[in-house]
């Protein structure tokens, strides 16, 4: 590709992460930045999906912090998603827990749900239940959400 613009770095980035190839969008992260090239908000959701499969906490953690004081990217709902994602997975429930609560927007659907399902993965039933009425507050018609609770 002779020219590369900030929508080419970002499809190859967000591709290479959704499909189990972190290392590599990290790196291009690297290149990218190192061409010049200013990332968004986009740039930044590739970035942390691609933590969230490979599992670096930390990574994850300090890429958001400098998405947000060194870029000063105001993280969308998509961002605090890939967080709550991320965190639960290392087995930090408590701290997705209060990442979401310090979110400056209400938690979603999909926050919530998964939330349950990683306090249903880790076995912790009291957080559960507060992911689970969170859950029914913002879906209080949906069935489907007793049944995370139960057993797999």
């Known amino acids: 590709m002779k020219t590369k613009d900030l929508i ?24 990218m930045k190192n061409a010049g090239q ?9 970035i942390l999906c691609a933590c969230t499969h490979m599992g ?3 990574d994850g953690l300090a890429y958001f912090q ?3 004081h060194d870029n000063l990217i105001v ?7 890939c967080m709550v994602d991320l965190l639960p997975r290392a087995g930090r429930l408590e701290q997705a827990m209060d990442f979401v609560s310090k979110m ?21 039933v ?7 009425q969170r859950l029914i507050e913002l879906e209080p018609k949906n069935p489907a959400n007793y049944g995370k609770m139960w057993p797999g």
């Open 66 to 68: 400098s998405m947000v």
């Open 38 to 46: 200013k990332p968004d908000g986009i740039t930044f959701l590739g």
């Open 75 to 81: 993280p969308q709902i998509e961002h605090y998603g």
């Open 56 to 58: 670096p906490v930390e």
């Open 8 to 31: 080419s770095w970002n499809t190859l980035i967000g591709g290479l992460a959704m499909h189990g190839r972190g290392v590599d969008a990290l790196n291009l992260f690297i290149r």
């Open 104 to 124: 400056p927007m209400e938690p979603d659907v999909v926050i919530g749900a998964g939330l349950l399902g990683a306090c249903r993965t880790h076995k912790n």
């Open 126 to 132: 009291e957080l559960a239940e507060v992911a689970l």
